[in-house]
């Protein structure tokens, strides 16, 4: 069952000789809760920053793999090869900056959420205590 939008027009077929492109949406639609149900323009400072950490956790690997495969196409001289000692330092300098941002972007994803306390944690391990002695 869908909810019919209130003064909507309904159109079954189109007029001979309309094109689609001409038809047009009421000005506004009614929200689904109303004015105290509507979502938010703008988040909270901490929410917008922690999403976008999240990105940059997400696109962490994509940029590694880039960065990994930037040195295939390093011409040497003449023409040839890279040489393999610049390839390996590149290579190295790479992982270790790839481990030093993923470090700072997990800290700052880290203190955005509040540590479990013990009691609210994971009860599997006392589950199977009980279940054995009880």
């Given at each position: 069952m869908s909810a019919a939008i209130p003064?909507?027009?309904?159109?079954?077929?189109l007029p001979a000789g309309t094109p689609a492109a001409t038809l047009s949406l009421p000005a506004k639609l009614p929200s689904a809760g109303g004015p105290p149900g509507t979502r938010p323009v703008f988040v909270a400072r901490a929410t917008?920053?922690?999403?976008?950490m999240m990105d940059a956790a997400a696109?962490?690997?994509?940029?590694?793999?880039l960065l990994f495969a930037l040195p295939?196409?390093?011409?040497?001289?003449?023409?040839?090869?890279?040489?393999?000692?610049?390839?390996?330092?590149?290579?190295?300098?790479?992982w270790a900056g790839l481990v030093i941002l993923s470090a700072v972007v997990t800290r700052k994803l880290n203190a955005g959420t509040a540590p479990r306390s013990s009691a609210g944690g994971?009860?599997?391990?006392?589950?199977?205590?009980?279940?054995r002695h009880g």
């Open positions: 003064d909507a027009p309904v159109l079954t077929e917008y920053r922690h999403r976008r696109l962490l690997p994509i940029m590694g793999a295939l196409l390093w011409m040497g001289p003449g023409g040839g090869a890279a040489r393999t000692s610049h390839v390996m330092i590149y290579v190295f300098a790479v994971d009860d599997s391990q006392d589950g199977a205590e009980e279940s």
